[in-house]
């Protein structure tokens, strides 16, 4: 995973993070789940970034 790749998904899970802090705090329903949602799909992200890291490691591995 490129540098630039893990600083986008760490963005994207802290802006995740802060909508959910702040649709909590003001009781806004919509901007929490929106918040949860942004923070999911970053994680998804980082997880497909370290299934193709694993990958080009097992290729290495075999070459």
Aim: proline content about 0%; overall charge negative; hydrophobic content about 30%.
């Amino acid at each position: 995973m490129s540098i630039t790749d893990k600083v986008k998904n760490k963005a994207e899970e802290f802006a995740g993070k802060t909508k959910q802090a702040v649709g909590e705090a003001t009781d806004n329903e919509r901007l929490y789940a929106e918040g949860q949602a942004q923070e999911t799909e970053a994680h998804a992200k980082q997880a497909g970034e370290h299934v193709k890291d694993a990958g080009r490691d097992v290729r290495d591995a075999f070459s």
